[in-house]
Structure formats: C-alpha cells, structure tokens
C-alpha cells in the first residue's frame, strides 16, 4: 500500500509551517514560565481553515481527513505552539459524527469546542472512565440523566476559554451519549491550570446537573474520538521529534572536541540513528492511522493506540539526547531542549497516558491471536 502523501497534503503541511514561521513560539515557550503571554494563534488558525479541519463542506468546514489534521499537528509540535486545537478538533469530530447544529460557528472558529472525553471500555476496565485529580486509579464518567449530566473530568485539554464542551456521559444502562453543553450554563465550572508545560492549556471540568443537548452519536462515533485525540497528541510529538533531530544533528556537525565534531563520536551517531529511527518508525504508525480513521474504521483503535506509544516514546527519548547531545548547555535556560522536555513529559502522561494505549495495543494483538488459534482449531 503507498502512504506516500500526496500534493495537497504536502501543500497543506508547508502552509501551516510557514504560517506558524511567522510568530516565536518556542520563544514565547520559555517567556510563558517566566510569567509572559503567548501569541494568539487563534486568528492565524481560523484563517487557515484549521477550526474545521475535519467538518464537512456543507457546514463551512474543510472536509479532510485525520491524516491531514495530524499533518497541521505535527507542524505544531515543531514550535510547541500555544494553540487550543487538540480539544477542539477532536471536539469536532464527535460533533460531526452527530451532525450537531453548532458546526458553522466551531468550523469558522467563531466558537471554540473541548472534547471532555472517555477512555473506552477495555479487556482490563470495562467502564467509561476519565483521568482523576490525583492518584492512579481512574474515576468514573459523568453520569447524565434526562439532560443533565453530573460529574468531574480532570486534565482535560482546551477546556479553559472553550464556548461549547462536547461531552461524554453514561447512562443508567451503561452506555455511553455524546452531550453538548454549553461552557458558560449553570452548573458548569473550569478551573484553568497548567502543569510543567506552560504552552499546554488544561482545564479540571465540574458538571453539577448541567443541562446539555444530547446528540445521536452511536458508541463508535464517541469512542473514536477518545482514538482522534490520541492520535493528534501522538502527532505533536512526532513534530517536536523532527526538530529534536535536526537541532541535535547541526550540533553534532558544528561542535569540536579534541579536534574532531562531535558526531563524528560512534556514541553520538547512535544516539542520532536512534532518533531517526523511533521517528520513522511514528511517523509509518501516523500514515497507517489517518488511513484506518477514513477507510477502516475498525482498525483506527489500534493504529492511534500505537501511533501514541510510538510517538509519545519517541519524544522522550529524543527531546532526552538533545539534552545529551549539547552537553552541558543543553540543561541550561538558554537552550530550547528542556522546552521540548517539558512537552514531552506531559504529552506523555495525558488522556489515559502512553502506559495505557500500550495495554490498548496489547489487548488488541492478544485478542487478534486467540481468534486465529480458535479459528485454526
């Protein structure tokens, strides 16, 4: 099968790189620790066209794939820019699987969404649960009733500043509904926050008998936008990871020691290969994902599960040899490399965490191999 991608969308990834090329956001990265502003990158989203990436024509959207959103997600990543998508663009595609009334105003970016998403029910928990405040175990979903769902979703990405919350609540009878709740109704709270990662905006979202509208979205629609949202985490990192390589690449080129580069030492080239390869190896999982996301639908659980492991894996270990590879410079508050250091151990610990798409993907190879051994049997 060729991945290869085609003009389109090598046009659609050179424009969002020249487009966010126009602002200093690795920059504004380390100014945002210090207590300053980010760029609004809002207007330059809106009229790329990126709010409405995945919504349909007829509602003003773009109309493309998952795959062309991680290509915008990827460029990202590049300059860790401050930018509320992740929770809007895997908003809209709940919303859209819904044909929700609202996608005019979140296609144009006149209206911002947040998905306040659930992990899906697996082999190990067969609940809907969502991240907690504090500890390892999971809490429950919001429960909704009637209209009014009621419940707590923690860490959840764009909540802070998002007009409508596209949410995922469980009724008496386990399943779970998709629920359109206005950010601004009464008994809705976001307490804006953020952790370690400054460019990375999280919200702890309370529901307290919220009325909502709650769309016809069948279990497949809402679960797959738990997948998107992995998957368009997992292509920030694969982003960051090309900047990663090449920053380290230069260095290792231009810095002598005992009268030879740096990457001329058989310790460094291995650390580069490295790299390279857990980058390839993410970017493969990212082409068979936005594949599976438009043309097998069944398969996208477990393409975006390990496109996460892949490329949440594959940041740490390089925005790790950045820091290695510049030496000491490399730790300190002049370089870029604990920026991405930083990106990199949040992304990693979001929406479930890397740790658990890896038991996704290993629940799913396990149950793959029981049915072709009963088959054979």
């Known amino acids: 099968m060729n991945f290869a991608l085609t003009d389109e969308q090598l046009f659609l990834r050179e424009a969002a790189r020249g487009a966010l090329g126009r602002f200093k956001s690795v920059q504004a990265a380390r100014e945002l620790l ?9 207007p330059t989203a809106c009229e790329a066209g990126w709010p409405g990436l ?3 024509d007829e509602h003003g959207g773009a109309g493309l794939g998952a795959l062309e959103a991680m290509l915008v997600f990827s460029e990202l990543g590049r300059v860790l820019a401050a930018v509320p998508l992740l929770g809007h663009v895997a908003a809209t595609s709940l919303l859209t699987g819904a044909s929700a009334d609202e996608l005019g105003a979140l296609a144009s970016g006149l209206k911002r969404a947040a998905l306040v998403g ?5 082999d190990v928990e067969p609940d809907w649960t969502v991240d907690p405040a504090k500890g390892m175990r999971r809490d429950p979903a919001p429960r909704l009733e009637g209209d009014r769902v009621t419940g707590a979703v923690h860490w959840v990405p764009d909540a802070p500043g998002a007009d409508v919350l596209a949410v995922v609540a469980i009724q008496d009878d386990g399943s779970a509904r ?16 953020w952790r ?3 460019t990375r905006s999280l919200g702890h979202v309370t529901l307290d008998g919220a009325r909502g ?12 936008a738990w997948y998107l949202a992995q998957a368009l985490l997992a292509a920030e990192s694969i982003g960051a990871v090309e900047v990663a390589l090449e920053t380290s690449l230069a260095y290792a080129k231009e810095r002598f020691t005992f009268g030879r580069a740096i990457g001329s030492y058989q310790s ?3 650390e580069l290969v490295e790299i390279l390869r857990r980058l390839e190896n993410a970017r493969s999982l990212m082409y068979y994902a936005g594949w599976a996301y438009d043309d097998q639908p069944t398969e996208f659980p477990l393409a975006a599960s390990a496109l996460r492991v892949g490329g949440s894996k594959a940041l740490e270990h390089a925005s790790r040899a950045m820091i290695s590879i510049h030496g000491g ?13 930083r990106r990199a151990q949040l992304s990693r610990r979001l929406m479930g965490g890397a740790a658990d798409a890896a038991e996704r993907v290993a629940a799913e190879l396990l149950a793959q191999a029981r049915t072709s051994a009963a088959d054979a049997a």
Do not use: M, N
Not at 333 to 341: C, G, Q, S, Y
């Open 34 to 42: 210090e207590g300053g502003e980010a760029p609004d990158l809002w």
């Open 54 to 56: 995945l919504v349909a």
């Open 118 to 122: 659930a992990r899906p029910p697996s």
């Open 178 to 193: 998709a629920v359109l709740v206005d950010a601004g109704a009464d008994g809705v709270r976001v307490e804006a926050l």
């Open 196 to 198: 370690y990662d400054a």
């Open 213 to 224: 509208v709650v769309l016809d979205a069948p279990r497949e629609v809402v679960a797959q």
């Open 268 to 270: 460094v080239k291995h």
């Open 329 to 341: 410079i490399g730790a300190t508050w002049e370089h870029d490399a604990p920026l991405f250091f």
